[in-house]
């Protein structure tokens, strides 16, 4: 049985693979939309309120926040589930890949942001398209369950 339409969505793992996917671009308070966003999506899945469930939160607002401060601003947020993973990709106009800094320092600000990634996710990358880049991070759906 479907739902009616604008009912509720079917709460659970996601059953094949999930997309769902955010336009940030121009748009204020991004970090705080993106990580609202996400926390729905994870809501539906079955995936909210575990510890991974905050640590995704938190690598989708570092990655928000590095692209609107090294590549001008994020264009989207798109999620990827399925049975065995959550992708995270933040999309911006910039093809220049950011480069990982050193571990952070202590009451030294900054430099944290893809280094909190690299250690709350279980893989990260980035590719580049002709228009600009993704920078991407996936959690194991284990974790999230």
């Not at 999930?18 to 996400?38: I, N, W």
């Amino acid at each position: 049985m479907e739902p009616e339409a604008g009912g509720p969505m079917t709460v659970g793992p996601p059953s094949g693979r999930q997309r769902r996917r955010l336009a940030l671009a121009g748009v204020p308070g991004l970090v705080a939309k993106g990580r609202d966003f996400t926390r729905r999506a994870l809501r539906d899945w079955g995936w909210a309120e575990t510890e991974t469930s905050e640590d995704t939160l938190l690598v989708v607002s570092e990655l928000l926040t590095n692209a609107s401060l090294h590549a001008h601003g994020c264009r989207e947020l798109v999620l990827t589930a399925d049975a065995t993973s959550l992708r995270i990709e933040v999309h911006d106009g910039m093809t220049t890949l950011p480069v990982p800094g050193r571990a952070p320092q202590r009451g030294v600000p900054g430099s944290r942001g893809l280094f909190i990634v690299e250690r709350l996710s279980d893989r990260w990358g980035t590719h580049t398209y002709e228009a600009g880049k993704a920078v991407w991070a996936e959690i194991a759906a284990s974790r999230l369950a």
